[in-house]
């Protein structure tokens, strides 16, 4: 089929002349400024995979900005995806990793509403590859979805006075600006609408969309973002941080001559020897350019886009599997374990207590600061809380963090996502047709759907809980209050 359809196209570019854009929905075709890209039809879907928006970062592009790719005329095809970036928990895991994918309804002219997802990993691993976030359902909505790679772990985040000719330690950062500069120059030949992208992602990636949302250089490249599960109130490494955790870094690979010459191998065993004594060592940092400051010191000051956004989290964003992790999250709390208990009457043990109380602390609380200084500046802000279980898990739930993306994407029988069952289908259903509204007009409601009102100027959220998807009052907020006093002491 891939052959006929390759056949197809070429022989349609023949009888085209001179290179322009073909009208979309004849064959999964487009004429982008990197070349002319062949894609893959999967019954009403049109998905073009691996594309690379930005020249292989090696060699001596490594811990560089993102370079701009050679304008071509050549055709390639798009069937397979790219590599996913450089990872210790990845084999197949490359340098050579700058790549997006599009998905896209076949056969439906545009210009239609477009998506980019940012996916989530800590900064340190994770893949738009993922067939967890294959874009097809939203395309059989109407609308384009692109998920990108981009650079991760020390590659991704290293700041070092021996790089300092490239200006920051933030090239993960760089990399989702390039690509959302790639979909701004390109995603017409796919149909898209330039001037109607929405961001969304989940953890890292959520974490991502806020800097972006503060940063002058990317501003212009988007007009609705959904930020799920953000840590909002998480303290940014300032340079000097950054650059001490980098001199770490440097010094765990040995004596060398140059950083750029150090072979993959060598790069990861260094990192995951870090990684294993402190998780968080390689993320976003302060570099007085791109992030210049922390994302709630941000919404504070009112620096953000003032644009619609959707924001939440979930039920049970972690589990503690140790001791000494249960008295690390009940240390942070000023409260005894005994008021923790009456502030979590379904929390059972120790452990229990300790994730309900890190959830609120670390997203829950976070996330309405962070719902209430949006909405403050006009700008429509919608708030939810995922509390849904998959009926088949609910006797022996998992980790909730990243518990709705298989709600959202509607992936079923993959790696990362079980097998619905019908009920868990209607708030898939539903949960992804307020994402889809809220993508192609700022506004989650629509018919049939259950009434989302905006937070403005009370706490309203959207709970989707087991036994209903209704909005009102946050029933959490007594605790949360409690919470956000100790937070701002």
């Keep these: 089929m891939r052959s006929l359809l390759a056949l197809i196209a070429a022989l349609g570019l023949l009888c085209a002349g001179p290179a322009v854009a073909q009208p979309v929905g004849q064959y999964p075709f487009a004429l982008t400024r990197a070349g002319q890209m062949l894609g893959a039809v999967e019954g009403e879907v049109a998905s073009f ?31 397979d995806y790219g590599a996913p970036c450089l990872q210790p928990s990845l084999p197949a895991a490359r340098e050579d990793c700058l790549t997006l994918n599009v998905f896209r309804p076949f056969g439906v002219d545009g210009p239609l509403p477009v998506m980019v997802f940012i996916h989530g990993g800590g900064f340190v691993s994770g893949t738009a590859n993922d067939p967890l976030f294959e874009g097809a359902r939203f395309a059989q909505a109407g609308l384009i979805v692109v998920t990108v790679n981009y650079r991760l772990g020390a590659l991704g ?25 790639w979909v701004h120059d390109n995603i017409a030949a796919f149909g898209g609408d330039a001037n109607n992208v929405t961001l969304f992602g989940n ?5 991502s969309i806020a800097l972006l949302m503060l940063c002058a250089q990317s501003r212009d490249l988007f007009q609705k973002a959904i930020l799920q599960s953000v840590p909002g109130r998480a303290r940014l490494p300032s340079s000097q941080e950054a650059e001490a955790a980098g001199r770490q870094f440097v010094a765990a690979l040995g004596k060398l001559a140059d950083l750029r010459a ?4 060598r790069l990861l065993a260094a990192e995951r020897k870090l990684l294993e004594k402190s998780p968080r060592r390689f993320a976003p940092a302060m570099d007085g350019n791109l992030v210049t400051e922390d ?25 503690f599997d140790s001791e000494l992790e249960v008295k690390e999250a009940l240390s942070s709390s000023i409260a005894s374990l ?3 208990r009456r502030l979590y009457p379904d929390a059972r043990t120790p452990s229990e207590i300790a994730a309900s109380f890190y959830t609120d602390k670390v997203f829950s609380e976070p996330v309405r600061m962070l719902a209430r200084l949006h909405a403050a500046t006009g700008a429509p802000t919608f708030r939810y809380r995922f509390t849904y279980v998959p009926e088949a898990r609910r006797a022996n739930p998992d980790e909730g963090h990243g518990r709705e993306l298989q709600f959202i994407f509607g992936v079923e029988g993959v790696p990362g996502a079980g097998i619905f069952s019908r009920r868990d289908r209607e708030v898939a259903s539903r949960m992804r047709s307020y994402w889809i509204n809220f993508a192609k007009k700022g506004d989650p409601n629509g018919p049939e759907l259950p009434r989302w009102d905006a937070a403005a100027d009370r706490d309203h959220l959207l709970l989707i809980a087991n036994d209903r998807i209704a909005s009102g009052d946050d029933p959490s907020s007594e605790r949360l209050d409690r919470l956000a006093r100790e937070s701002e002491k």
């Design 49 to 79: 995979k691996g594309l690379a928006y930005a020249a292989p970062p090696v060699g001596s592009l490594r811990w560089r900005p993102p370079q701009d790719l050679p304008e071509s005329s050549e055709m390639s095809t798009a069937y």
């Design 157 to 181: 985040w290293l700041e070092h006075p021996a790089l300092t000719e490239s200006g920051s330690g933030n090239f993960g950062l760089m990399d989702q600006i390039a690509a959302l500069r």
């Design 203 to 207: 953890g890292a990636g959520a974490t």
């Design 262 to 265: 150090v072979e993959p191998a």
């Design 295 to 319: 994302i709630a010191a941000g919404f504070a000051a009112g620096h953000e886009s003032r644009i619609p956004l959707i924001i939440g989290s979930n039920d049970d964003e972690t589990r």
């Design 338 to 340: 005994d008021e923790l």
